[in-house]
């Protein structure tokens, strides 16, 4: 009798499993939609048209791009991590709403190691430390001793309230033990033309608009914000180099999806994406716009997640940074 009852259990159990393995062997059978937290015409839009291009390609259906910005990637992030799990809802995870938020908010509708399955990590670019060049600094040495000699005196540009380029200097002045004035615009556009007229002298920078300036003479580099030189810009040290070891700020961006997606699909998406980011004309067309490709495993991306969220979670709090 125990035994006609376990064999029961199991025939209903396979019931109940019958349908996620033949959604999996059957998947894509319709186009897949790739959520961005963000509006179009930014970063994380561009990798996830050029991406998601291909990866549809390969999956022999078509990638939809779903801008969904608003509440510095809130609304889109909240979107996929309620979104039905069966491989046709991801989003593209980036730093924002993903490694920083959660330092940000003391409360968020989504939590994004637990809502989410990692898939693979797409692109990371660095940051890049420039002045004006009117502006006396020409090293990370110099900046440092400047603002030891004038606390608070200078001040600094970002493109809002806990962006990355408003970390990254407050990163750079936790370690160095010196303080400056965070001037926050909305948005890196007028941060970014602020500091080329020279309104103020101090920016973080992506690579891909700094590059161009600074071949231009329009501003000077101090350090990049890697591990690593950018080739393009091999006389440039890293700010670890230049006086802070240990210091490294990446912006990134990530394919995710919802937490409970059958592992086979997991799987599949991970090959393909993967085999997207190796191509050649790929590799090309990031490398045009300070990028380098990913490609990493999905559980190399959960740990690089939960390492990029304690990191700002307690620079946020040492900082005493609140939400604009």
């Known amino acids: 009798m125990l035994r006609s009852h376990a064999l029961r259990c199991l025939g209903l159990a396979a019931l109940v499993l019958l349908p996620a393995a033949a959604a999996a062997q059957d998947y894509p059978n319709r186009p897949i939609r790739l959520v961005v937290p963000a509006p179009a015409g930014g970063a994380p839009d561009a990798i996830a048209r050029l991406v998601g291009q291909r990866l549809g390609e390969r999956l022999g259906r078509q990638v939809v791009v779903d801008n969904r910005g608003g509440g510095n990637g809130v609304i889109g992030s909240e979107l996929v991590a309620r979104a039905p799990a069966d491989g046709y809802t991801l989003v593209l995870g980036y730093a924002g709403p993903f490694g920083i938020n959660p330092g940000m908010y003391a409360q968020l509708p989504y939590d994004p190691v637990k809502d989410f399955a990692p898939i693979t990590m797409l692109a990371t670019s660095q940051n890049i430390l420039v002045v004006h060049p009117s ?133 599949r998406l991970h090959a393909e994406t993967v085999a997207v980011l190796k191509s050649s004309e790929l590799a090309a067309v990031f490398q045009g716009h300070g990028l380098e490709p990913g490609g990493d495993s999905a559980e190399a991306l959960g740990r690089y997640l939960e390492r990029e969220i304690a990191k700002w979670r307690a620079l946020i709090k040492a900082g005493g940074i609140k939400p604009e």
């Not at 608009?209 to 990049?224: D, F, R």
């Open 135 to 267: 502006f006396a600094a020409r090293s990370v040495k110099d900046l440092i001793a400047m603002a030891q000699a004038k606390p608070g005196q200078i001040n600094y540009a970002s493109g809002g309230t806990g962006q990355s380029s408003h970390l990254s200097m407050e990163l750079l002045m936790q370690m160095a033990g010196i303080r400056m004035t965070h001037i926050p615009y909305k948005g890196a556009g007028p941060a970014l033309a602020d500091t080329v007229g020279g309104q103020v002298p101090l920016h973080f920078l992506a690579l891909s608009p700094a590059i161009p300036l600074i071949k231009a003479g329009k501003l000077v580099p101090l350090a990049v914000t890697g591990t690593r030189r950018v080739p393009s810009l091999a006389e440039v040290p890293t700010v670890a180099e230049a006086g802070l070891p240990g210091y490294e700020v990446l912006t990134w961006y990530a394919a995710f999806a919802p937490a409970a997606t059958p592992r086979d699909i997991l799987a």
